[in-house]
């Protein structure tokens, strides 16, 4: 079993449409939660960071932790064409490990005008 | 201000070439990492380096070896390189925070015909 499993898509939706995209993981010493965009042929972007469980907002964006259930979610509200990207969960545990951090494989996201 | 920098951004070799990528940080970070992404494989760690001086093995070290010359600079030499090498390479450096924020590098397409 995979540390953190995330479903490749491709999700297409129509714009303005309310996104949903999940990860599951394994490892319950797993605190630190980060949602990273990457567009086609760039390098991934933080695009939310959230310690432990609860939920946090950024503009369009809200990221949610559910530790007792080992899942996390990233919400888009009101989403747009420039939001089509490929969006990886990352994790790790308090303190940090010299590694860095874990990925999942990320959802590769496409915003019909 | 540039962040992580990546040198060369697209590359094309023949098997049994070798090869140096060149990555530097300027935001004083102490952690950098070499990735491939392929698809399908989401983001994998080749090496990392938690401080100046040290170097350590990720999850797809083969073929591979790195240097850390200073602080800011940390560098991916295939020595001999193998179409299995065909990748896009990123580098990143992780923050000062102790909770894994990495950031990335535009990344380096490689091409090993």
């Known amino acids: 079993q995979k540390e953190v499993e995330q479903d490749p898509g491709p999700l297409s939706v129509p714009e303005g449409a309310i996104v949903s995209l999940n990860c599951t993981y394994s490892?319950?010493?797993?605190?630190?939660f980060m949602w990273y965009r990457q567009y086609s042929r760039k390098g991934p972007e933080l695009l939310m960071y959230?310690?432990?469980?609860g939920n946090k907002e950024d503009g369009r964006f809200t990221a949610q932790v559910d530790k007792s259930s080992k899942y996390i979610s990233l919400f888009i509200r009101d989403s747009q064409p420039s939001d089509s990207a490929t969006y990886l969960c990352a994790m790790i545990g308090y303190g940090g490990g010299a590694d860095g951090l874990t990925f999942g494989k990320g959802t590769h996201l496409i915003i019909q005008p | 201000n540039a962040g992580v920098t990546q040198t060369p951004k697209f590359q094309v070799l023949k098997t049994g070439q070798s090869m140096t990528l060149q990555c530097a940080q300027d935001?004083?970070?102490?952690?950098m990492y070499w990735y491939r992404q392929d698809p399908g494989m989401g983001l994998r760690l080749i090496y990392y380096?938690?401080?100046?001086?040290?170097?350590d093995k990720g999850e797809v070290p083969n073929g591979y070896n790195v240097s850390r010359l200073n602080k800011r600079e940390f560098s991916l030499r295939l020595e001999s390189a193998a179409p299995s090498q065909t990748s896009v390479y990123f580098c990143?450096?992780?923050?000062?925070?102790?909770?894994?924020?990495?950031?990335f590098g535009e990344g380096s397409r490689l091409t090993v015909l």
């Open positions: 990143a450096s992780r923050g000062l925070r102790n909770t894994g924020e990495l950031f």
């Open positions: 959230t310690y432990s469980s």
């Open positions: 935001m004083n970070h102490n952690s």
């Open positions: 490892n319950s010493a797993f605190q630190y």
């Open positions: 380096s938690a401080s100046e001086g040290t170097t």
